[in-house]
């Protein structure tokens, strides 16, 4: 079983930037994202990236936030600009087969998460 382990969260103002990472062992060949969640609502996809490289992002996010890996050191990460009190959420990182299992909803592992709060 992969665990995965999120950091960097934290409490940032309006319009800052943010890195959000992800430790995620054996996780070479593995689809990772980045899902939030606020109280009350589902947890919703924020931005994808395969095994390879290729990635997906969630409309809202577009052009704000950056995914990345770093296959060699079994990390993933979220950079975050342009951060909007819409933006405050319990961030989740998680693994899947591929790129499409996440948008079928098809997560095999999630991390425990880290809040991310964005002050107006």
């Known amino acids: 079983q992969v665990q995965l382990v999120e950091s960097g969260g934290g409490l940032v103002q309006a319009g800052g930037s943010l890195r959000l990472s992800c430790a995620a062992p054996g996780s070479l060949f593995s689809a990772l994202a980045w899902y939030r969640q606020i109280p009350g609502k589902e947890r919703e996809l924020v931005a994808a990236?395969?095994?390879?490289?290729?990635?997906h992002y969630a409309d809202f996010v577009k052009g704000r936030f950056t995914i990345s890996r770093d296959s060699a050191k079994y990390t993933m990460s979220l950079q975050m600009s342009s951060l909007k009190s819409e933006d405050t959420a319990m961030y989740y990182c998680?693994?899947?087969?591929?790129?499409?299992?996440?948008?079928?909803?098809?997560?095999?592992?999630w991390g425990q998460g880290t809040q991310v709060t964005v002050s107006s």
């Open positions: 998680a693994r899947a087969i591929s790129l499409d299992a996440f948008i079928r909803g098809q997560v095999r592992a």
């Open positions: 990236i395969s095994s390879g490289g290729a990635t």
